[in-house]
């Protein structure tokens, strides 16, 4: 919304329960829109539109821009200020409970300066089909070192692994906290997110997936054939066969695989616990 002193009408008071920090640094937002990629002719969702610095931006450059605003002041403010402009859609609703590919309608772009109270749930929406060909999110930046981080370091874990099986996600730049009005009490953090070509682990066993890894780092200073036995139940000797059979060492910690050592064994636990096809009379 353009005006912001006395001119035009007063703006609504941020609120803290909707996560409502600000963005104003032009260099940020700069950067957020860098991330993003070309942006001509294409569709950008974006996540949490507020006041709509961000979304202005996108609005010069997208060749169509759906935002998505739970306040309903500032979705109503932003419907006003987009009214011309009929490429800009406002929508108000809890994104967590709408498909942002049904609203792309297409191959889509997502950005969004998120609320931090709903951050993990809104990067594991976006992995929901069809993705995104790039996400651009700005998130505190301990989330973000959490996204990126690598095998053996100390933040990596279960949201590492449970996003690096689908997507290869890229720190751009800190954000530290004056540039948003209110100012967090928190550094934050731009990141890009691209859908890997091939992901870790096939649809059928995502699920699956996903609790070993949390209850695996539920286990992180616990060996391998420690948490394997506890999560499943198995005999030691079972355990120990199929973490060689994975070629992972029984004496491995969690924190040390990769996303790929993790899809293997849930492969195999899966392939362990499916009994096998009944042969077929061949007369
Ligand atoms: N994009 C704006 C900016 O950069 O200045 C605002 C970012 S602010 C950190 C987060 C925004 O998300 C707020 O406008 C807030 O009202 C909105 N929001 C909070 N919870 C939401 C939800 N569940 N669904 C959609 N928007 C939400």
Redesign the pocket.
């Known amino acids: 919304m353009t005006s912001r002193s006395g001119a035009g009408p007063r703006l609504p008071q941020p609120?803290k329960r909707?996560?409502?920090?600000?963005?104003h640094d032009v260099r940020a937002l700069e950067a957020i829109i860098d991330a993003l990629g070309p942006l001509a002719g294409r569709t950008v969702v974006e996540?949490?539109?507020?006041?709509g610095?961000?979304t202005e931006r996108l609005a010069g450059r997208a060749g169509r821009v759906v935002a998505?605003?739970?306040?309903r002041d500032?979705a109503a403010g932003l419907r006003v200020e987009y009214a011309l402009r009929p490429h800009v859609r406002i929508v108000e609703a809890?994104?967590?409970d709408v498909s942002l590919g049904a609203l792309a309608e297409g191959p889509y772009v997502l950005a969004g300066?998120?609320?931090y109270y709903?951050t993990t749930p809104i990067l594991f929406h976006a992995l929901e089909h069809p993705r995104p060909d790039v996400a651009v999110y700005l998130v505190q930046k301990e989330v973000a070192d959490r996204m990126a981080a690598v095998p053996g370091s100390k933040v990596y874990g279960a949201l590492s692994v449970n996003l690096q099986a689908f997507v290869k996600v890229r720190f751009m730049r800190a954000v530290g906290p004056r540039s948003f009005n209110p100012p967090p009490a928190v550094e934050s953090a731009i990141v890009q997110v691209v859908p890997r070509e091939t992901p870790a682990i096939e649809p059928l066993h995502e699920r699956a997936f996903r609790t070993f890894v949390i209850g695996a780092f539920g286990l992180r200073r616990k060996q391998m054939l420690r948490v394997l036995r506890t999560l499943t139940g198995l005999d030691a000797s079972e355990c120990r066969s199929l973490l060689e059979g994975c070629d992972i060492d029984p004496m491995a910690r969690p924190e040390t695989l990769s996303c790929d050592d993790f899809a293997r064994l849930v492969r195999a636990l899966a392939a362990r616990s499916t009994p096998p096809e009944p042969e077929t009379a061949s007369g």
């Open positions: 609120r909707l996560g409502q920090h600000f963005l996540i949490g539109p507020g006041r610095a961000l998505v605003e739970l306040d500032l809890d994104v967590l300066n998120v609320p709903i």
